[in-house]
Nanobody, 113 residues
Framework: QVQLVESGGGLAQPGGSLRLSCAASGSIPSGYVMRWYRQAPGKQREWIAF???????DYADSVKGRFTISRDSTKNTVYLQLTSLKPEDTAVYYC???????WGQGTQVTVSS
């Protein structure tokens, strides 16, 4: 059974950066997609980025040009580099794969001065 564990969240100032990690405890077969979502207080969970096993990526308009998703298959880890952070990026960030629709527990990102 695959488990996903996010880390790297915390407090950042507006304009700052963070790097989130999502480590899979087991191997995810090739062909499956890794995604990042986020959920702000009082709002629905929203998709923000995905990466395929071949390295294709896409982003929500709200983060395009500021966030970068990447993966290290040797470490079974997916990353989300957050830059030019804004207060509206404050949310719990979740990692997901469509392999058995597995979710992580989330990591809190707070952007505030």
């Amino acid at each position: 059974q695959v488990q996903l564990v996010e880390s790297g969240g915390g407090l950042a100032q507006p304009g700052g950066s963070l790097r989130l990690s999502c480590a899979a405890s087991g191997s995810i077969p090739s062909g499956y997609v890794m995604r990042w979502y986020r959920q702000a207080p009082g709002k629905q969970r929203e998709w923000i980025a995905f990466i395929t096993s071949s390295g294709t990526t896409d982003y929500a308009d709200s983060v395009k040009g500021r966030f970068t998703i990447s993966r290290d298959s040797t470490k079974n880890t997916v990353y989300l580099q957050l830059t030019s952070l804004k207060p509206e990026d404050t949310a719990v960030y979740y990692c997901n794969t469509n392999y058995r629709n597995t979710w992580g527990q989330g990591t809190q990102v707070t952007v505030s001065s």
